[in-house]
């Protein structure tokens, strides 16, 4: 009898636990310089030193002049421009210097597209982006293509005598890989970077973020029954943004 009340009670909790579970969404970072990996889950070291060889293999950088695609670089704060980073996070580039890339000038100035993806499955609701942005010199960011921009050409507020940017969107989603763009324009002449301290939340939101630039959700896969065009959307972000 003793066995079976036992047993009876591990069922029962196994199924509130579960019921819990339904009930709460689920939260994940978008945070710039944060790794996501399964035993690590907190911020890249921070970087002190220029050139940088940390890189954050979730913020991907899959546009940008001069061109350096691929995972973006952890950078040391620019003591000079930028406030403090936010709580673990970290700035990036898409170079690995927070210093403006050789090549750009007030005429022809860099800019870097960067993309973070996350996977919402079948079913989901009340799916929300929030966070707090820097950016060094221009921003604006879109969620998964030019018809939802979340946040329009804006100056980045990159110091401390300005307050950050605050976007929060619960429109645009899709069920399958959803990626945020966040796309960073230089002046020229001096440093490049941004800071994001967010999350994305839902009911039926996958607790992992795509890695690299093939965004891979391995070892889970993201079932998504109609794959999004990215080159598409790359172009049509660069072509809305005269670049």
């Known amino acids: 009898m003793k066995q079976k009340v036992n047993f009876m009670m591990m069922i029962l909790a196994v199924l509130t636990f579960s019921t819990l579970a339904l009930a709460v969404p689920t939260t994940v970072p978008l945070n710039t310089g944060y790794d996501h990996s399964l035993l690590v889950l907190d911020k890249y070291p921070t970087v002190t030193s220029n050139p940088s060889t940390v890189r954050d293999d979730y913020w991907i950088n899959v546009a940008s002049f001069p061109a350096n695609l691929g995972s973006a670089f952890v950078v040391p704060r620019s003591l000079t421009f930028w406030a403090v980073p936010f709580p673990n996070t970290n700035w990036i580039s898409a170079w690995n210097t927070n210093t403006s890339p050789s090549g750009s000038t007030t005429t022809t100035p860099a800019y870097a597209l960067f993309k973070k993806c996350f996977c919402l499955q079948k079913g989901f609701k009340e799916a929300k982006v929030d966070f707090q942005i820097r950016g060094d010199d221009y921003i604006q960011i879109w969620l998964n293509g030019v018809s939802n921009q979340i946040l329009p050409y804006s100056v980045g507020n990159w110091d401390t005598n300005r307050n950050p940017l605050s976007v929060k969107s619960d429109k645009g989603f899709r ?61 049509e972000i660069l072509k809305s943004a005269n670049l």
């Not at 324009?185 to 973020?209: C, H, Q, R, W």
């Not at 690299?212 to 889970?220: I, L, N, Q």
């Open 175 to 235: 069920v399958g890989k959803n990626c945020i763009y966040v796309l960073v324009k230089d002046t020229g002449i001096e440093v490049t970077g941004f800071n994001l301290l967010g999350t994305v939340s839902a009911y039926g939101l996958m607790p992992a973020i795509a890695k690299g630039r093939e965004s891979s959700f391995a070892p889970c896969a993201c079932d998504d029954p109609k794959p999004i065009d990215e080159g598409k959307i790359v172009q």
